[in-house]
Nanobody, 116 residues
Framework: EVQLQASGGGLVQAGGSLRLSCTAS????????IGWYRQAPGQERELVAS????????YYAVGVKYRFTISRDSAKNSVFLQMNSLKPEDTAVYYC?????????WGQGTQVTVSS
């Protein structure tokens, strides 16, 4: 069955960087747009960035553009999110999924905590 696993989160100081990885198993996601989503406690899940199957067309939410970069490597069946200049407000659980998302593929995400 299809599974999407997010990894690479951790605890960093404001201004630091993290690189998140999303890897699919059970199936390739080369034919799908992939999104990174995040959810802070008490907040709704939001789309942070997405990348089209062509690996070129991208979307970034207001507030992360120019700091975050989404990319994909079809050879590794993976999608990445490079996060630079992290801010405390970036603290959340980060998930990857197809875009538009499918509920069974959310997984548990990876925690990103940015200290001030």
């Amino acid at each position: 069955e299809v599974q999407l696993q997010a990894s690479g989160g951790g605890l960093v100081q404001a201004g630091g960087s993290l690189r998140l990885s999303c890897t699919a198993s059970g199936s390739t996601f080369d034919d799908y747009a992939i999104g990174w989503y995040r959810q802070a406690p008490g907040q709704e899940r939001e789309l942070v960035a997405s990348i089209w199957k062509d690996g070129k067309n991208t979307y970034y939410a207001v507030g992360v553009k120019y700091r975050f970069t989404i990319s994909r490597d079809s050879a590794k069946n993976s999608v990445f999110l490079q996060m630079n200049s992290l801010k405390p407000e970036d603290t959340a659980v980060y998930y990857c999924n197809v875009q538009p998302p499918l509920a069974p593929y959310w997984g548990q995400g990876t925690q990103v905590t940015v200290s001030s």
